[in-house]
């Protein structure tokens, strides 16, 4: 075998690393048959801080190289907010389908519209279970920002507080998975249109938009400016 020159990766190996990755949080949150909920809000979340870091960091990659509006497919299931609710999605898994080898990921896309994270008691399974789903199936599951995809929205309503009751983390740390998972949420696109026909936002168009070509042009990461000083 020839030695890898140093300070270079092995595309082979970095795959493996990535497969790992994924699975490892695949096996474990995606059972909805078996899953039941285990913690009240307060208990430990099941992963390794620097094992949520590196799934967010590599769902961050797969999104930088989409663009903010996603032409989709037919046919395709659409799921609105979830909100932590994560025996919910387990539940409509286990009623219309799974998205995963075994399931019906080949014949189907699945479109979600945003709010992953706040008022439910299990942000953290429902975004951890979503971005390993992107980083292995990045052309069949599209996710979407909501309003709830905000540092300063998912401070006040829950995530931020789970973080740091269930990781025992400062979710004010610059490097704590609470402000890492928002850096992801900073690239998540806006819009997705399915068929040519269908326009999917988290709440609707707003009131200058006249073109998809807008939203298109919007440059990311995109952080939500709550107080306004500039045009821009």
């Not at 967010?56 to 037919?74: N, S």
């Not at 920002?145 to 983390?169: P, S, V």
Request: glycine share 6%; net charge negative; hydrophobic share 40%.
């Amino acid at each position: 075998m020839n030695k890898i020159e140093e300070g270079k990766k092995d595309p082979q190996s970095t795959n493996m690393q990535k497969d790992t990755l994924f699975n490892l949080f695949l096996s474990h949150l995606l059972r909805p048959k078996e899953w039941t909920a285990q913690y009240d809000g307060n208990g430990y979340f099941a992963f390794r801080r620097e094992h949520i870091i590196a799934l967010a960091e590599e769902c961050q990659r797969v999104l930088e190289d989409q663009p903010m509006v996603l032409r989709v497919d037919a046919p395709i299931k659409v799921f609105g907010d979830i909100h932590g609710q994560y025996q919910d999605l387990m539940r409509f898994f286990d009623l219309w389908g799974i998205p995963n080898d075994n399931g019906d990921i080949e014949s189907y896309d699945y479109l979600f519209l945003g709010d992953y994270v706040d008022r439910g008691s299990h942000s953290l399974e429902t975004i951890c279970l979503l971005m390993a789903l992107k980083v292995k199936f990045p052309d069949k599951i599209h996710l979407l920002r909501g309003n709830h995809e905000d540092k300063w929205i998912n401070n006040a309503f829950g995530f931020a507080e789970e973080c740091g009751n269930r990781l025992g983390e400062d979710p004010s740390d610059p490097d704590s998975v609470f402000n890492k998972i928002n850096d992801v949420f900073d690239w998540l696109p806006l819009a997705a249109v399915i068929e040519d026909r269908i326009v999917c936002l988290h709440g609707g168009i707003g009131s200058t938009l006249v073109s998809l070509d807008q939203i298109d042009a919007i440059q990311r990461p995109l952080e939500v400016i709550h107080e306004v000083s500039t045009v821009e």
